[in-house]
Protein backbone atom coordinates (compact mmCIF):
# COMPACT_ATOMS: atom_id res chain seq x y z
CA UNK A 1 0.00 0.00 0.00
CA UNK A 2 1.64 3.15 -0.92
CA UNK A 3 1.45 5.74 1.62
CA UNK A 4 0.91 9.42 1.51
CA UNK A 5 4.40 10.32 1.96
CA UNK A 6 5.93 7.83 -0.82
CA UNK A 7 3.22 9.28 -2.74
CA UNK A 8 4.17 12.92 -2.47
CA UNK A 9 7.66 12.06 -2.62
CA UNK A 10 7.17 10.23 -6.40
CA UNK A 11 5.27 13.61 -7.20
CA UNK A 12 8.84 15.52 -5.82
CA UNK A 13 10.86 13.70 -7.66
CA UNK A 14 8.64 13.81 -11.08
CA UNK A 15 8.66 17.25 -10.74
CA UNK A 16 12.73 17.65 -10.02
CA UNK A 17 13.27 14.98 -13.10
CA UNK A 18 10.83 16.96 -15.45
CA UNK A 19 12.36 20.63 -14.86
CA UNK A 20 16.22 19.01 -14.85
CA UNK A 21 14.59 17.13 -18.50
CA UNK A 22 13.05 20.61 -19.74
CA UNK A 23 16.36 22.55 -19.12
CA UNK A 24 18.96 20.00 -20.32
CA UNK A 25 17.11 19.02 -23.12
CA UNK A 26 17.30 22.94 -25.12
CA UNK A 27 20.56 23.29 -23.46
CA UNK A 28 22.05 20.00 -25.10
CA UNK A 29 20.22 21.49 -28.54
CA UNK A 30 21.98 24.50 -28.13
CA UNK A 31 25.32 23.52 -27.55
CA UNK A 32 26.03 19.86 -28.53
CA UNK A 33 23.40 18.02 -30.77
CA UNK A 34 22.75 21.13 -32.87
CA UNK A 35 25.68 22.07 -33.98
CA UNK A 36 27.88 19.20 -33.64
CA UNK A 37 25.38 17.06 -35.01
CA UNK A 38 23.23 19.61 -37.56
CA UNK A 39 25.73 21.58 -38.40
CA UNK A 40 25.78 25.60 -38.71
CA UNK A 41 22.21 26.71 -38.15
CA UNK A 42 23.25 29.99 -40.06
CA UNK A 43 25.47 30.28 -43.62
CA UNK A 44 27.19 33.13 -42.91
CA UNK A 45 28.41 33.58 -46.20
CA UNK A 46 25.48 34.53 -47.63
CA UNK A 47 24.89 37.62 -45.66
CA UNK A 48 27.20 40.18 -47.27
CA UNK A 49 30.72 40.63 -48.97
CA UNK A 50 32.54 42.73 -46.01
CA UNK A 51 32.81 42.16 -42.23
CA UNK A 52 33.82 44.44 -39.73
CA UNK A 53 35.70 43.54 -36.52
CA UNK A 54 36.74 45.97 -33.90
CA UNK A 55 39.77 44.87 -31.83
CA UNK A 56 41.13 42.90 -34.60
CA UNK A 57 44.95 43.10 -33.94
CA UNK A 58 45.46 40.37 -31.47
CA UNK A 59 43.58 37.66 -29.51
CA UNK A 60 39.60 37.04 -30.22
CA UNK A 61 39.46 39.47 -32.53
CA UNK A 62 41.83 38.66 -34.86
CA UNK A 63 40.87 35.21 -34.96
CA UNK A 64 37.42 36.41 -36.15
CA UNK A 65 39.34 38.32 -38.69
CA UNK A 66 40.91 35.13 -39.76
CA UNK A 67 38.16 32.84 -39.89
CA UNK A 68 35.64 35.02 -42.19
CA UNK A 69 38.74 36.15 -44.42
CA UNK A 70 39.20 31.80 -44.70
CA UNK A 71 34.97 32.03 -45.60
CA UNK A 72 36.20 34.56 -48.52
CA UNK A 73 34.76 38.07 -46.46
CA UNK A 74 36.70 41.12 -47.45
CA UNK A 75 37.74 42.94 -44.29
CA UNK A 76 37.71 46.27 -42.30
CA UNK A 77 39.80 45.70 -39.25
CA UNK A 78 39.49 48.83 -36.72
CA UNK A 79 41.98 49.02 -34.03
CA UNK A 80 44.12 51.45 -32.30
CA UNK A 81 47.58 51.01 -33.51
CA UNK A 82 48.26 51.47 -37.00
CA UNK A 83 51.68 49.48 -37.04
CA UNK A 84 50.17 46.80 -35.52
CA UNK A 85 46.82 46.74 -38.29
CA UNK A 86 49.17 47.07 -40.93
CA UNK A 87 51.22 43.82 -39.82
CA UNK A 88 47.89 41.77 -39.00
CA UNK A 89 46.36 43.09 -42.45
CA UNK A 90 49.52 41.57 -44.36
CA UNK A 91 49.39 38.66 -42.79
CA UNK A 92 45.64 38.17 -43.78
CA UNK A 93 46.06 39.10 -47.30
CA UNK A 94 49.05 37.20 -48.29
CA UNK A 95 47.70 34.05 -46.59
CA UNK A 96 43.81 34.54 -48.03
CA UNK A 97 43.90 36.77 -50.63
CA UNK A 98 41.27 39.16 -49.44
CA UNK A 99 40.56 42.78 -49.70
CA UNK A 100 41.25 44.42 -46.45
CA UNK A 101 40.85 48.19 -45.29
CA UNK A 102 42.30 49.38 -41.98
CA UNK A 103 40.98 52.32 -39.62
CA UNK A 104 43.24 53.01 -36.85
CA UNK A 105 41.12 54.52 -33.74
CA UNK A 106 41.07 54.48 -30.34
CA UNK A 107 37.88 53.62 -28.89
CA UNK A 108 38.08 55.38 -25.51
CA UNK A 109 37.99 58.91 -27.83
CA UNK A 110 34.89 61.00 -28.23
CA UNK A 111 32.02 60.26 -30.42
CA UNK A 112 33.95 62.17 -33.61
CA UNK A 113 35.53 58.63 -33.89
CA UNK A 114 32.86 57.45 -35.14
CA UNK A 115 32.76 60.41 -38.21
CA UNK A 116 36.31 58.68 -39.40
CA UNK A 117 35.02 55.15 -39.31
CA UNK A 118 31.89 55.77 -40.75
CA UNK A 119 33.88 57.37 -43.78
CA UNK A 120 36.15 54.42 -43.90
CA UNK A 121 32.95 52.17 -44.09
CA UNK A 122 30.65 54.23 -46.50
CA UNK A 123 29.21 52.49 -49.04
CA UNK A 124 30.89 48.31 -48.29
CA UNK A 125 28.26 45.78 -48.78
CA UNK A 126 28.74 44.87 -44.83
CA UNK A 127 27.29 41.42 -43.56
CA UNK A 128 29.00 41.04 -40.57
CA UNK A 129 29.88 43.01 -37.63
CA UNK A 130 31.84 42.07 -34.54
CA UNK A 131 32.26 44.05 -31.93
CA UNK A 132 34.83 42.72 -30.04
CA UNK A 133 37.19 45.44 -28.59
CA UNK A 134 37.51 45.97 -24.94
CA UNK A 135 39.00 46.77 -21.66
CA UNK A 136 39.27 45.16 -18.80
CA UNK A 137 41.53 45.78 -15.53
CA UNK A 138 45.00 44.98 -15.05
CA UNK A 139 44.54 43.00 -12.08
CA UNK A 140 41.72 42.47 -9.53
CA UNK A 141 40.84 45.81 -7.58
CA UNK A 142 38.17 47.42 -5.53
CA UNK A 143 35.90 49.92 -6.99
CA UNK A 144 36.97 53.07 -4.84
CA UNK A 145 40.42 52.36 -5.08
CA UNK A 146 40.59 51.78 -8.74
CA UNK A 147 39.14 55.23 -9.30
CA UNK A 148 41.24 57.12 -7.03
CA UNK A 149 44.04 55.63 -8.88
CA UNK A 150 43.24 56.61 -12.24
CA UNK A 151 39.85 58.27 -12.59
CA UNK A 152 39.91 58.15 -16.53
CA UNK A 153 40.42 54.13 -16.71
CA UNK A 154 36.82 53.76 -15.43
CA UNK A 155 35.71 56.10 -18.40
CA UNK A 156 37.69 54.15 -20.62
CA UNK A 157 35.82 51.04 -19.82
CA UNK A 158 32.80 52.67 -20.10
CA UNK A 159 33.67 53.83 -23.34
CA UNK A 160 35.21 51.04 -24.93
CA UNK A 161 33.07 48.35 -23.65
CA UNK A 162 29.62 49.98 -24.47
CA UNK A 163 30.18 53.13 -26.91
CA UNK A 164 31.65 51.27 -28.91
CA UNK A 165 28.97 48.24 -29.25
CA UNK A 166 26.25 50.85 -29.37
CA UNK A 167 28.05 53.34 -32.01
CA UNK A 168 29.40 50.32 -34.69
CA UNK A 169 25.73 48.60 -34.35
CA UNK A 170 23.90 52.24 -35.35
CA UNK A 171 26.70 52.25 -38.19
CA UNK A 172 26.53 49.05 -39.99
CA UNK A 173 22.32 48.59 -39.36
CA UNK A 174 21.28 50.69 -42.04
CA UNK A 175 23.03 48.59 -44.75
CA UNK A 176 21.97 45.73 -43.12
CA UNK A 177 18.51 45.85 -43.24
CA UNK A 178 18.42 47.77 -46.74
CA UNK A 179 20.15 43.90 -47.67
CA UNK A 180 17.43 42.26 -45.00
CA UNK A 181 20.10 40.31 -43.90
CA UNK A 182 23.54 40.54 -41.40
CA UNK A 183 25.19 39.06 -38.30
CA UNK A 184 26.24 41.06 -35.35
CA UNK A 185 28.29 39.32 -32.76
CA UNK A 186 29.00 41.79 -29.79
CA UNK A 187 31.92 39.97 -27.45
CA UNK A 188 30.87 40.05 -23.86
CA UNK A 189 32.51 37.91 -20.59
CA UNK A 190 31.41 34.91 -18.36
CA UNK A 191 31.99 38.04 -16.02
CA UNK A 192 28.33 39.05 -17.41
CA UNK A 193 26.61 36.81 -15.54
CA UNK A 194 28.80 35.07 -12.80
CA UNK A 195 30.14 36.99 -9.43
CA UNK A 196 32.64 39.22 -10.40
CA UNK A 197 32.95 41.53 -7.60
CA UNK A 198 37.22 43.34 -7.94
CA UNK A 199 36.09 44.02 -11.36
CA UNK A 200 32.86 45.74 -10.79
CA UNK A 201 33.15 48.18 -13.77
CA UNK A 202 33.98 45.78 -16.49
CA UNK A 203 31.57 42.98 -15.53
CA UNK A 204 28.66 45.86 -15.38
CA UNK A 205 30.37 47.19 -19.03
CA UNK A 206 29.82 43.72 -20.29
CA UNK A 207 26.25 42.99 -18.65
CA UNK A 208 25.40 45.99 -20.71
CA UNK A 209 25.92 44.02 -24.15
CA UNK A 210 24.34 41.12 -23.04
CA UNK A 211 21.07 43.11 -22.41
CA UNK A 212 22.03 45.41 -25.40
CA UNK A 213 22.14 42.21 -27.62
CA UNK A 214 19.26 40.44 -26.40
CA UNK A 215 16.48 43.37 -26.81
CA UNK A 216 17.99 44.46 -30.13
CA UNK A 217 17.50 40.74 -31.76
CA UNK A 218 13.94 41.24 -30.68
CA UNK A 219 13.66 44.56 -32.62
CA UNK A 220 15.41 43.60 -35.74
CA UNK A 221 15.02 39.66 -36.00
CA UNK A 222 11.89 40.09 -38.22
CA UNK A 223 13.88 42.33 -40.30
CA UNK A 224 17.08 39.47 -41.21
CA UNK A 225 19.39 40.79 -38.59
CA UNK A 226 21.05 37.61 -36.34
CA UNK A 227 22.54 38.89 -33.01
CA UNK A 228 25.03 36.63 -31.36
CA UNK A 229 26.41 37.77 -27.89
CA UNK A 230 29.44 35.32 -26.78
CA UNK A 231 30.09 35.28 -23.28
CA UNK A 232 33.54 33.76 -23.16
CA UNK A 233 35.49 32.34 -20.10
CA UNK A 234 39.32 32.49 -20.03
CA UNK A 235 40.62 32.31 -23.72
CA UNK A 236 43.96 31.76 -23.95
CA UNK A 237 45.03 35.82 -24.91
CA UNK A 238 47.24 38.74 -23.78
CA UNK A 239 43.99 40.69 -22.12
CA UNK A 240 43.49 37.39 -19.82
CA UNK A 241 47.56 36.92 -19.48
CA UNK A 242 47.04 33.38 -20.09
CA UNK A 243 50.19 32.46 -22.03
CA UNK A 244 49.71 28.26 -22.68
CA UNK A 245 46.24 27.36 -24.06
CA UNK A 246 44.58 24.46 -22.33
CA UNK A 247 41.05 23.11 -22.48
CA UNK A 248 39.77 25.34 -20.04
CA UNK A 249 41.64 28.31 -21.84
CA UNK A 250 41.41 27.34 -25.44
CA UNK A 251 43.62 29.53 -27.96
CA UNK A 252 41.48 32.42 -29.81
CA UNK A 253 41.35 30.37 -32.59
CA UNK A 254 39.91 27.29 -31.36
CA UNK A 255 37.10 29.05 -29.45
CA UNK A 256 36.17 31.48 -32.63
CA UNK A 257 35.76 28.24 -34.53
CA UNK A 258 33.32 26.86 -32.09
CA UNK A 259 31.74 30.02 -31.67
CA UNK A 260 31.22 30.50 -35.43
CA UNK A 261 29.49 26.95 -35.12
CA UNK A 262 26.60 27.62 -32.46
CA UNK A 263 26.13 30.85 -34.38
CA UNK A 264 21.79 31.21 -34.97
CA UNK A 265 21.56 28.60 -32.06
CA UNK A 266 20.88 31.31 -29.27
CA UNK A 267 21.13 34.72 -28.32
CA UNK A 268 23.30 34.47 -25.52
CA UNK A 269 26.44 32.10 -25.44
CA UNK A 270 29.53 31.26 -24.21
CA UNK A 271 30.16 29.44 -27.47
CA UNK A 272 32.37 26.64 -26.23
CA UNK A 273 31.45 23.75 -24.45
CA UNK A 274 33.86 23.34 -21.48
CA UNK A 275 33.17 27.18 -20.82
CA UNK A 276 29.48 26.26 -20.56
CA UNK A 277 29.99 23.56 -18.42
CA UNK A 278 31.65 26.06 -15.87
CA UNK A 279 28.08 28.57 -16.11
CA UNK A 280 26.31 24.96 -15.19
CA UNK A 281 28.65 24.34 -12.36
CA UNK A 282 28.05 28.06 -10.72
CA UNK A 283 24.01 27.91 -11.26
CA UNK A 284 24.17 24.54 -9.48
CA UNK A 285 25.95 25.72 -6.90
CA UNK A 286 23.98 28.55 -6.37
CA UNK A 287 20.76 26.36 -5.66
CA UNK A 288 22.62 24.07 -3.44
CA UNK A 289 23.75 27.32 -1.99
CA UNK A 290 22.55 30.30 -2.21
CA UNK A 291 23.20 33.90 -3.66
CA UNK A 292 25.81 35.31 -1.44
CA UNK A 293 27.62 32.41 -0.09
CA UNK A 294 28.35 31.75 -4.21
CA UNK A 295 29.65 35.49 -4.55
CA UNK A 296 31.71 35.43 -1.52
CA UNK A 297 33.01 32.54 -3.25
CA UNK A 298 33.87 34.42 -5.92
CA UNK A 299 35.44 37.65 -4.14
CA UNK A 300 37.95 34.89 -2.39
CA UNK A 301 38.98 33.47 -5.63
CA UNK A 302 39.10 36.94 -7.11
CA UNK A 303 40.93 38.54 -3.76
CA UNK A 304 43.87 35.48 -4.31
CA UNK A 305 44.35 36.73 -7.57
CA UNK A 306 44.59 40.56 -6.88
CA UNK A 307 47.39 39.47 -4.00
CA UNK A 308 49.67 37.74 -6.30
CA UNK A 309 49.25 40.47 -9.03
CA UNK A 310 50.32 43.06 -6.19
CA UNK A 311 52.80 40.70 -4.96
CA UNK A 312 54.17 40.19 -8.84
CA UNK A 313 53.83 44.45 -8.73
CA UNK A 314 55.87 44.82 -5.81
CA UNK A 315 58.83 42.89 -7.14
CA UNK A 316 59.24 44.43 -10.55
CA UNK A 317 57.67 41.56 -12.38
Partial sequence: ???????????????????????????????IFGPFLLGPKLDIRRVGGWAVITGSTDGIGKAYAKALAKKGFSLVLISRSLSKLETVAKEIENEYKVQIKI??????????????????????????????????????????????????????????????????????????????????INISSSAASIPSPLLTV?????????????????????????????????????????KKASLM???????????????????????????????LAYEFMKYLTCAPYTAGFFFKHLMTMRKRALSRMSKGK
Fill in 103 to 184: IDVDFSGGVEIYNKIKAGIDGLDIGVLVNNVGVSYPYPEFFLDSYQQNPKFLVDIVSVNIHSVTHMCALVLPTMLNRKKGVI
Fill in 249 to 279: SPTPDAYVASALRILGYNIQTTAYLPHEGLQ
Fill in 202 to 242: YSASKAFVDKFSEDLQTEYRGSGITVQCVQPGFVATNMSKI
Fill in 1 to 31: MVTSFQLFGSIALGIVGYKIFAKFLPWAYIN
